[in-house]
């Protein structure tokens, strides 16, 4: 069963998120914390697959950014959903700065957003804990790495990608299929806003700068002529040791 903790002062408040967690997914296990003291001895304690907090907890305004600091310090990478009244133009940068997930300013967001924000994070905990199950450790540096809770982080050869949430999941979108021809359509799925061919082509022209800054030599995603894109994996034997 997966487990989500909700850290909100105001009552009301966290007792719409639980119901709207619920309704999206009713076997999650849901806690509810409403002081910054509680939710850091549960964050120390339990081994939770997603977190939702607010910024300001009673009377301290920042007790969300020292809570994200504890579960960082932790190193669980459980992803962070931010919902807080402080202005999304402010302190959206900071949660990101923070590897927060993303961040939902209160009384400009309907259920329907927000529950689609969770089913992403909820996806990426599954995809997180399968591929724990699963993994093989690698020897090398040289293959590309995604951490899905912590946004879709990238790696390449051990070194921080950086780009856009939506370059992310288009990455992430075209690793996951390697080796196959990921179209125009299905990476139309994986970005809310711009869904056209031509906002497709800066998004992969952002990822390609982005990792050539990084390697100089790099050509792992391939564009298919009036199909979309392929991310190649290297050649084992074009590696160097």
Same mark, same amino acid.
């Given at each position: 069963?997966?487990?989500?903790?909700?850290?909100?002062?105001?009552? /009301?408040?966290?007792?719409?998120?639980?119901?709207?967690?619920?309704?999206?997914?009713?076997?999650?296990?849901?806690?509810?914390?409403?002081?910054?003291?509680?939710?850091? +001895?549960?964050?120390?304690?339990?081994?939770?697959?997603?977190?939702?907090?607010?910024?300001?907890?009673?009377?301290?305004?920042?007790?969300?950014?020292?809570?994200?600091?504890?579960?960082?310090?932790?190193?669980?990478?459980?992803?962070?959903?931010?919902?807080?009244?402080? /202005?999304?133009?402010?302190?959206?940068?900071?949660?990101?700065?923070?590897?927060?997930?993303?961040?939902?300013?209160?009384?400009?967001?309907?259920?329907?957003?927000?529950?689609?924000?969770?089913?992403?994070?909820?996806?990426?905990?599954?995809?997180?804990?399968?591929?724990?199950?699963?993994?093989?450790?690698?020897?090398?540096?040289?293959?590309?790495?995604?951490?899905?809770?912590?946004?879709?982080? /990238?790696?390449?050869?051990?070194?921080?990608?950086?780009?856009?949430? +939506?370059?992310?999941?288009?990455?992430?979108?075209?690793?996951?299929?390697?080796?196959?021809?990921?179209?125009?359509?299905?990476?139309?799925?994986?970005?809310?806003?711009?869904?056209?061919?031509?906002?497709?082509?800066?998004?992969?022209? +952002?990822?390609?700068?982005?990792?050539?800054?990084?390697?100089?030599?790099?050509?792992?995603?391939?564009?298919?002529?009036?199909?979309?894109?392929?991310?190649?994996?290297?050649?084992?034997?074009?590696?160097?040791?």
């Amino acid at each position: 069963m997966y487990k989500v903790a909700i850290i909100e002062d105001d009552e /009301p408040t966290s007792g719409q998120l639980r119901d709207w967690v619920l309704s999206a997914a009713p076997d999650i296990a849901v806690a509810q914390w409403f002081t910054r003291d509680a939710a850091e +001895t549960a964050i120390a304690r339990e081994d939770y697959d997603l977190v939702i907090l607010d910024i300001e907890l009673g009377r301290d305004r920042h007790a969300g950014v020292a809570i994200i600091n504890a579960i960082n310090k932790v190193g669980r990478g459980t992803p962070v959903l931010v919902v807080s009244a402080m /202005p999304a133009a402010i302190y959206r940068g900071i949660m990101k700065a923070l590897d927060a997930w993303d961040y939902l300013q209160k009384t400009t967001f309907e259920e329907p957003e927000f529950i689609e924000t969770f089913l992403d994070m909820l996806r990426a905990a599954k995809s997180r804990r399968r591929s724990e199950e699963n993994a093989t450790p690698k020897t090398n540096g040289e293959e590309l790495s995604i951490d899905p809770l912590r946004q879709g982080v /990238p790696f390449w050869r051990g070194k921080r990608v950086n780009v856009p949430l +939506t370059a992310q999941r288009i990455l992430a979108a075209l690793f996951e299929r390697r080796g196959e021809v990921v179209s125009y359509d299905d990476l139309f799925a994986v970005v809310k806003s711009g869904r056209n061919r031509e906002n497709i082509r800066k998004h992969i022209s +952002t990822l390609r700068e982005a990792f050539r800054e990084l390697d100089e030599h790099f050509d792992a995603i391939e564009n298919v002529p009036m199909r979309g894109f392929r991310w190649v994996s290297p050649n084992p034997a074009d590696k160097r040791s």
